[in-house]
C-alpha cells in the first residue's frame, strides 16, 4: 500500500516549552506507548525531556556528557536509551516514578541511531562507520557484528528477531537475526527513504519517502517483504 501523506508537522516550530528540540538531529525524538498513555522524549543539548500524551511534563534527566543525537524508547515501555555526540550511550530506566542511568556504553563512535531490545540485552547502532550490533554486556567496535558500511536509521521488530535499518537512500536492508549466519533481505524505493518503522506486533514495517509517500511492506510466505 502506498499513500500520500497530507502535511508535514514540524515538532521544532509546535513545541511550547523553554527546552528546545535538538532539529538538527532528526532521531532525537521517541514515542511509547505505555497503559493509557503515550510518553514522548526529545533531546534538548545535553539533557531529554520526557512529556506524557505530549504535553505534559514528566521528566528531565540530566547527566549527559555532550548534545544528545538520539534517543529511542524500549518496545511499548517507558526505559530508554540515548546517545551523544561523543558516541556515549545511556541507559534510562525507570522505577517508583523514577529515571536513574543503569549503565554508560562509551562507544566513541558518533552514532545517528540507537535501537535497543532489553529482553535479549542487545542493541543497534547506526554510524558513518556502519551498523553495528551486539550485546550491551561486551558492546564496542570490535567485539560486535558490523551488518552494514554505512547507516544512518536502524530499528528492532517487536520480538527482536528482525533488524531495518537504511542510509537515507533508495534501499531497506532487514536482516533476520535468527538464522546462521544472519541474512537479510531488501526493499527498494523510487525516492530516498527517511523514515522506517515496525508494526508493535506484526511482521509489518512502513516507510517514508522524500516525497512523502508512505509505504506498507508485508513478510510473504517466501521470507521476503512486498508492498501491499
Not at 539533557?47 to 549527559?64: P, Q, S, Y
Not at 528482525?162 to 526493499?187: D, G, Q, R, W
Not at 522524500?210 to 510466505?221: A, F, G, R, S, Y
Request: glycine residues 4%; negative net charge.
Amino acid at each position: 500500500m502506498v499513500q500520500k501523506a497530507p502535511a508535514v508537522i514540524n515538532f521544532a516550530d509546535k513545541m511550547n516549552f523553554s527546552y528546545q528540540v535538538n532539529a538538527e538531529y532528526p532521531n532525537s525524538i521517541a514515542f511509547s506507548r505505555v497503559q493509557t498513555s503515550t510518553l514522548m522524549a526529545y533531546a534538548s543539548a545535553n539533557l531529554i525531556v520526557i512529556l506524557c500524551d505530549c504535553k505534559f511534563l514528566n521528566a528531565v534527566l540530566e547527566g549527559h556528557k555532550g548534545t544528545v543525537v538520539c534517543v529511542a524508547f524500549e518496545m511499548c515501555g517507558p526505559n530508554l536509551i540515548a546517545a551523544d555526540i561523543y558516541g556515549n550511550f545511556y541507559f534510562w530506566h525507570h522505577s517508583d516514578g523514577e529515571y536513574k542511568i543503569s549503565r554508560i556504553i562509551e562507544f566513541g563512535i558518533f552514532s545517528t541511531c540507537i535501537s535497543w531490545y532489553p529482553a535479549k540485552r542487545e542493541i543497534c547502532v547506526s554510524s558513518k562507520k556502519g551498523l553495528f550490533y551486539g550485546n550491551i554486556i561486551d558492546f564496542c567496535e570490535t567485539n560486535c557484528q558490523r551488518l552494514l558500511e554505512h547507516s544512518t536509521f536502524c530499528s528492532f521488530n517487536s520480538d527482536g528477531s528482525m533488524i531495518a535499518s537504511h542510509n537515507s537512500k533508495t534501499i531497506v536492508t532487514i536482516f533476520t537475526l535468527s538464522s546462521e549466519p544472519i541474512s537479510y533481505t531488501t526493499v527498494k524505493h523510487l525516492c530516498p527513504v527517511i523514515m522506517i518503522e515496525f508494526h508493535p506486533y506484526l511482521s509489518i514495517f512502513i516507510s517514508i519517502t522524500n516525497d512523502l509517500t508512505l509505504h506498507i511492506w508485508c513478510l510473504n510466505n517466501f521470507s521476503t517483504f512486498t508492498c501491499a
